[in-house]
């Protein structure tokens, strides 16, 4: 098991491009999740999906869109990327029922 | 609308036992989460109170009182690798699949 995986690590874009910010978990998970996290922050929601070909919006989803592809992946997409959403964003995933969330490893994302 | 809060920093040393509390206001309660956060790092779970009272696992154990909308989280015999963030999370009232997150307490173990 990979658990939850994201891709890329590391992104640097210039304001105004684009992205898209890729997330799998192979736990059969029912539940997404994206987040961000910025210094004193804490963890915001930016989107979640309950189950696959649904998605909802979290705390803070303006300048975001997302698409639960399957049930295994959940893609967040930035359309003209923003000095302000330089954040390190993760994904998460759960079973239902669970209250554990499983975390990737984050993404490292820089807008110049 | 829900909020938790916690300390932003606490220090300890090793061996040292220490808490990192937490309180919620919130219309409606399911349980509380915590999970440790390294630099650089991703959250981990460590543990869920749906009921009142500790739960405890190895060095680490939480409490919850729902009557005093206050919970805990307990770590013993502190060592160096448990310098991290620690954050308090519960269910949202409105949508329990949504958590709800403490903005974190950031833990410095000294030798």
């Known amino acids: 098991n990979a658990g939850v995986t994201q891709t890329p690590k590391f992104q640097v874009l210039k304001t105004g491009q684009s992205m898209t910010l890729q997330c799998a978990q192979d736990?059969?998970?029912?539940?997404m999740y994206w987040y961000r996290q910025d210094p004193g922050m804490g963890l915001r929601l930016i989107y979640y999906?309950?189950?696959?070909?649904?998605?909802d919006k979290g705390e803070v989803p303006n300048g975001y869109n997302v698409s639960r592809l399957n049930k295994r992946e959940f893609s967040l997409r930035l359309e003209s990327a923003a000095p302000s959403q330089t954040s390190v964003y993760f994904c998460?995933?759960?079973?239902?029922?669970?209250?554990?969330?499983?975390f990737g490893p984050g993404t490292r994302l820089l807008v110049l | 609308g829900q909020s938790l809060e916690q300390p932003s920093e606490v220090t300890a040393v090793e061996g040292a036992i220490v808490q990192i509390n937490c309180t919620y206001q919130?219309?409606?309660?399911?349980?509380l989460s915590w999970y440790q956060q390294h630099d650089g790092g991703a959250p981990t779970f460590l543990s869920y109170?749906?009921l009142d009272g500790l739960e405890e696992t190895g060095r680490f154990s939480s409490f919850l009182s729902r009557s005093d909308s206050y919970g805990y989280l307990l770590l013993q015999e502190l060592q160096m690798k448990d310098s991290a963030s620690y954050f308090c999370?519960?269910?949202?009232?409105?949508?329990?699949?949504?958590?709800?997150w403490g903005l974190g307490t950031s833990l410095a173990v000294n030798p």
């Open positions: 998460a995933s759960t079973l239902a029922g669970q209250e554990t969330q499983y």
């Open positions: 736990m059969n998970h029912n539940s």
């Open positions: 999906s309950a189950s696959e070909g649904t998605t």
């Open positions: 919130t219309s409606g309660f399911y349980g």
């Open positions: 109170n749906a």
């Open positions: 999370a519960a269910p949202n009232a409105g949508n329990n699949r949504k958590l709800i």
